[in-house]
């Protein structure tokens, strides 16, 4: 089932989101919704809290996605109250969008090397090295389970603004104008 998905202002996206039991019987239909509402919306993300739900549970990942095209894939990955730690010091700006800030990017500078960990539903523990654009989502995502939007980690505001304004040219920008998938 698509859940709708809060948007920037809700409180529910400024609160910390609580452990959740990876053997809670509620895990596999919410990790099912949550994939389903993030793969409906284009998204290469989706946190528990963005759908409203206070548990620490992520899903990320994409193939080819039409709001980052040229990124390299992210496995399709599910995580339960994810850890990470930096393995290195570097920090990147790139460009971020958020579903819950509909048709906005902003330059966000985040660790380039990490690894992370987390439950896996069902049982088990996933532990991976990331780099790049794949370190920067899962950051994004464990951010929302702390109650931080990207703009909070944003340095210079002047790299915020709407994707039309900033990438006129954009096959993106063409895509939140048509509003498919414009979340
Ligand atoms: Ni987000």
Redo the contacts with the bound molecule.
């Keep these: 089932m698509i859940r709708k998905i809060v948007k920037m202002g809700d409180p529910r996206l400024r609160r910390a989101a609580r452990s959740v039991d990876p053997a809670d019987p509620a895990v596999p239909g919410i990790v099912a919704d949550m994939l389903e509402t993030m793969q409906a919306a284009s998204g290469v993300?989706l946190?528990a809290p963005?759908v409203g739900i206070d548990l620490r549970i992520m899903v990320f990942g994409f193939d080819e996605s039409p709001r980052y095209p040229g990124e390299p894939p992210v496995p399709v990955t599910t995580l339960l109250n994810p850890t990470f730690t930096r393995l290195s010091d570097d920090v990147e700006d790139g460009w971020e969008g958020?579903?819950?800030i509909p048709g906005m990017r902003g330059l966000v500078p985040r660790a380039t090397h990490i690894r992370y960990t987390g439950d896996l539903p069902g049982g088990g523990r996933l532990e991976r090295e990331a780099y790049g654009f794949h370190a920067r989502v899962f950051q994004?995502e464990h951010d929302?389970l702390d109650g931080i939007l990207?703009l909070d980690r944003m340095t210079d505001l002047t790299q915020f603004g709407f994707i039309d304004a900033l990438f006129p040219d954009s096959p993106v920008a063409a895509l939140e104008r048509s509003g498919s998938g414009a979340r």
């Design positions: 993300g946190a963005q958020c579903l819950s994004h929302h990207y």
